[in-house]
């Protein structure tokens, strides 16, 4: 056999070349997602200085809690309550970490599995990387103190120890997967708009669950302590990933048999949901966005027939009433607006009725949390409102304007106001005093739609779009302060002769004439509302142009 020429020789070494450098690499995902997180991390102390003054001010404040909440957890052992305490507050922070991507979907960028799915990734291997790079932060650091604390409550003797050791990982890597699960599940609802609206309620959401955590807590104290919660510590650590911290309990009483059902409970539970993660991402990632197929034919079948918006009058007054009631709807701040309304104006008088000590009169609360969306009217359109100011010339066309933007805040309200009153009068007991009470809400309603009308064209500001949580444009502060506080103080005087008339009424011991009140007030909020927004509609016109530039600032 004849050996090869020399250039046979090169042209073979070059294929074999080739041949290597095509060859695939195999190079593990989980330390290159861990340096990126990492890197995401170091990103925080670059840019400005409130950023870095921001990031460091939240990490000193999440370590140093989670110190402390861990020596407070470990002072426990030994108390007879400490499994009780532990157990609920391990199932707590998995209630957390499941709602809290839902709440904050851009609190973390890692977050958005779709960022990878133009990437030649296996679903397997990225989950293992995702897991990891999820285990590195300041949400998990806060979790492991608060796990240890934990454990440390309840472990006794050699095996409690090292059922510690186990537990405290696993109610980490429990959390961690669950918050996992969940944001793969619905990365589609996160990045549509539902999505955005439901991060832009997510203070509503939680300052209405800090109100029936401070209800449930002092009925806790008034029932005899911590002794009442042991019948649902007895449900909730057979609940995973609470059973992890069950599990330790468990072994630190002796009980062996239950420890080891719990801890099955706990690794099957994690398993399952490492096999749910997976499955999403897999068809998140071969699976096309159908989050707008259909739209058309919804939108068809919307125009098809009126439905509801038939019963409004013709003209401008239905079309404004119309817009400003889709506007609250779909625009996210103006729905945020209206659900933080609604709901507050319904749960301070609830709340106070439930503790003992609650007023009828507590229902105009409703009335006047809904009537300052009143304020404002013009920035509420954003730099929409350039459209609808080429309709606002006259007098007249500024008053059509105003008045049906007040009828569709009426719409709502004034049901809203009469079925609070009730709700809030059965619940104190006291019937007499929902004829007078209706009547004073209604009046208030009616002074707020006059001072809103007012503030609306003396003191207009840009209401931003690009912020959840910004809803004055800068520069403008002052300006929106000003006009509430004016417009508020105004609706109190205006107030002033219904609530004189009551007091009246109530000192006189005319309590058979406080009916008059509701008719009263019904009178005298349409007086108010009609009075304001006439004195308003010449202002509207003459200061266009200073209000369509104050609106459009944002």
């Known amino acids: 056999m004849s050996a090869a020429t020399p250039a046979e020789g090169s042209s073979e070494g070059y294929r074999t070349s080739a041949q290597a450098s095509l060859a695939p690499v195999r190079v593990s995902l989980t330390p290159v997602f861990v340096r990126l997180k990492l890197s995401l991390l170091r990103n925080g102390l670059k840019g400005s200085s409130k950023r870095k003054a921001a990031y460091l001010s939240t990490l000193i404040l999440a370590v140093g809690v989670g110190v402390l909440q861990m020596i407070g957890l470990a002072v426990l052992h030994g108390n007879a309550h400490a499994g009780t305490v532990v157990v609920l507050l391990a199932a707590i922070l998995a209630l957390l970490w499941s709602v809290m991507p839902l709440f904050f979907p851009s609190g973390d960028e890692t977050l958005d599995p779709t960022r990878l799915v133009m990437l030649p990734l296996r679903p397997r291997p990225l989950v293992r990387a995702l897991l990891a790079s999820s285990l590195v932060g300041i949400g998990p650091l806060f979790t492991l103190c608060l796990a240890v604390g934990s454990v440390t409550a309840v472990a006794h003797g050699p095996a409690g120890i090292v059922a510690a050791v186990l537990g405290a990982p696993l109610l980490l890597l429990g959390c961690v997967v669950l918050a996992r699960a969940v944001a793969t599940a619905n990365v589609r609802l996160l990045s549509s708009r539902k999505g955005r609206d439901l991060a832009v309620l997510s203070g509503l959401l939680i300052a209405v669950g800090a109100q029936f955590a401070n209800f449930a807590s002092q009925r806790l104290f008034q029932a005899g302590g911590l002794s009442a919660l042991e019948p649902a510590e007895a449900v909730v650590r057979w609940l995973p990933p609470a059973t ?146 080429q309709t606002l010339s006259t007098p007249r066309e500024a008053y059509a304007e105003l008045r049906a933007r007040a009828l569709a805040l009426a719409l709502v309200t004034v049901p809203y106001t009469v079925l609070v009153t009730v709700v809030t009068a059965a619940m104190v007991g006291d019937w007499a005093a929902l004829p007078e009470v209706i009547g004073l809400a209604l009046g208030l309603l009616g002074a707020m739609l006059c001072s809103g009308a007012l503030a609306s064209a003396r003191f207009p500001y840009s209401i931003p779009t690009d912020g959840a949580f910004k809803n004055v444009a800068p520069g403008q502060g002052g300006l929106a302060w000003m006009g509430i506080f004016i417009g508020l103080l105004a609706s109190t005087l205006l107030c002033a002769p219904l609530i004189a008339l009551t007091v009246w009424l109530h000192l006189a011991d005319l309590h058979g004439s406080l009916w008059l009140l509701l008719p009263l007030g019904i009178g005298w909020g349409v007086l108010t509302a009609w009075a304001g927004m006439r004195l308003a509609a010449p202002t509207v016109s003459r200061r266009l142009p200073e209000i369509l530039t104050a609106v459009s600032k944002g």
Request: proline share 3%; with cysteine; charged share 15%.
């Open 244 to 389: 992890a911290v069950g599990m330790v309990d468990s072994v630190g009483r002796g009980a062996y048999a239950v420890a080891a059902a719990q801890l099955a409970l706990t690794v099957g539970a994690i398993a399952l949901l490492l096999w749910s993660w997976e499955r999403s991402l897999t068809k998140l990632m071969v699976t096309p966005d159908g989050s707008t197929i259909g739209a058309a034919e919804s939108g068809k079948k919307r125009g098809a027939g009126s439905g509801g918006w038939s019963l409004l009058p013709d003209g401008r007054t239905g079309a404004v009433v119309q817009r400003a009631l889709r506007y609250a709807v779909r625009d996210p701040k103006t729905k945020a607006a209206w659900m933080s309304s609604l709901t507050i104006g319904l749960i301070i008088p609830v709340a106070n009725a439930l503790q003992g000590h609650g007023s009828v009169y507590l229902a105009c609360f409703g009335a006047g949390m809904l009537g300052v969306q009143m304020y404002n009217q013009f920035g509420q359109d954003t730099s929409a409102f350039w459209m609808v100011a």
